[in-house]
């Protein structure tokens, strides 16, 4: 499975193309698609840092996918987001898909929104790890032995 292409602004009104756009040779992405899935993504948070701290090379993303609105609702979305986020590195690494939901979960064979999807990326893409829902010990295990074959 290939992350396909798509384009969004992180927190700094950065205009990004992923994957072309992601900054590490393995990219850590976490995908939510409802406002209460923050507490999913948030339940890997400390072992996205430690992971971060560990390999050099892998770099940590939140991709919050929303269905394309109009200009102004993106603007107020965002700046919501903004103001919740003071800091600048988890800004940077915020981007913001807007886009077809439907088409997006399709080109990623994700068949649901019920959870967050968990996907470890090389730099052109392609998946070498997937996981759905919250942190789980075993999913972790099942990350860590992907990273240490990496």
């Known amino acids: 499975m290939t992350f396909p292409t798509v384009s969004g602004s992180n927190l700094l009104r950065e205009k990004k193309t992923l994957p072309q756009d992601l900054q590490g040779e393995l990219n850590l992405l976490f995908i939510p698609f409802q406002q209460w899935q923050q507490r999913e993504v948030d339940s890997w948070g400390a072992l996205a840092s430690q992971l971060e701290q560990q390999h050099s090379g892998l770099a940590a993303y ?3 996918t929303i269905e394309n ?3 102004f609702s ?18 940077q690494r915020t981007i913001t898909l807007y886009l077809d939901k439907a088409d997006f979960r399709a080109a990623l064979n994700m068949p649901d929104e019920e959870h967050i999807y968990v996907l470890l990326v090389d730099r052109q893409g392609k998946e070498l790890f997937r996981a759905r ?5 075993e999913a972790e295990a099942a990350l860590r032995q992907i990273l240490v074959q990496a």
């Open 74 to 91: 993106k603007l107020f979305i965002n700046e919501g987001m903004r103001a919740g986020i003071p800091n600048p590195k988890t800004r």
């Open 133 to 137: 829902g919250p942190y789980s010990p």
């Open 62 to 64: 939140e991709l919050p």
């Open 69 to 71: 609105r109009s200009a």
